[in-house]
Antibody
């Protein structure tokens, strides 16, 4: 069974940093584009960042560009999201998600999602 | 950036009703459009990819259509488990933006 498990969320002060992890199992991790999506309290889903299977291509939402870094370690089947200079508006549940098709770009939908990890930015 | 606009933002309907949600893109996205269902406390679920391709395990009462800038998600006969929030998302160019969501509530 294909599974994703996020970790690393918590309470962080404004201006602080946090690294989220997403452990993958049940599929050939390196063959799939991976995405981070977040949902702020009372808001809808917001696309945050995407990384290709090899890790060579990365893209970000304007709201996090320059502050967040997506990366992956294919030897550990793990996706990461490093967030710096965190703001109150980064408070959200963060989901990692797997693309539907292997070795496909642009990604064609996200068919496996983790349960999410909560990040709260507050003093 | 491509803006995705869903309508309506909320919808009240009854079990057995047929409902259609519309998603419009600010520029042509061909058929690079996915639909998701999100129930609070659960992970979002992919219903449809490539505008009309129903995902495995998704009931056939769900269907998607459209291309270019206009898309629809139709539920032919609402079931109790369908009351949720629905999102469209474009996969044509980054940032791969979502619509604002359509909350489907029980009348």
């Amino acid at each position: 069974e294909e599974q994703l498990l996020e970790s690393g969320g918590g309470l962080v002060q404004p201006g602080g940093s946090l690294r989220l992890s997403c452990a993958a199992s049940g599929f050939t991790f390196s063959s799939y584009t991976m995405t981070w999506v977040r949902e702020a309290p009372g808001k809808g889903l917001e696309w945050v960042s995407v990384i290709s299977g090899s890790g060579d291509n990365t893209y970000y939402a304007d709201s996090v560009k320059g502050r967040f870094t997506i990366s992956r370690d294919n030897s550990k089947n793990t996706l990461y999201l490093q967030g710096n200079s965190l703001r109150a508006e980064d408070t959200a549940v963060y989901y990692c998600a797997k693309s539907l098709s292997r070795n496909n770009w642009p990604p064609d939908g996200m068919n496996v999602w983790g349960q999410g990890t909560t990040v709260t930015v507050s003093s | 950036d491509i803006q995705m606009t869903q309508s309506p933002s909320s919808l009240s309907a009854s079990v057995g009703d047929r409902v259609t949600i519309t998603c419009r893109a600010s520029q042509s996205i061909s058929r690079y459009l996915s639909w998701y269902q999100h129930i609070p406390g659960e992970a979002p679920k992919l219903l449809i990819s490539a505008a009309s391709s129903l995902q495995s395990g998704v009931p056939s009462r769900f269907s998607g259509g459209g291309s270019g800038t206009g898309f629809t998600l139709t539920i032919s006969s609402l079931q109790p488990e369908d009351f949720a929030t629905y999102y469209c998302q474009q996969g044509y160019s980054t940032p791969y933006t979502f619509g604002q969501g359509t909350k489907l509530e029980i009348k």
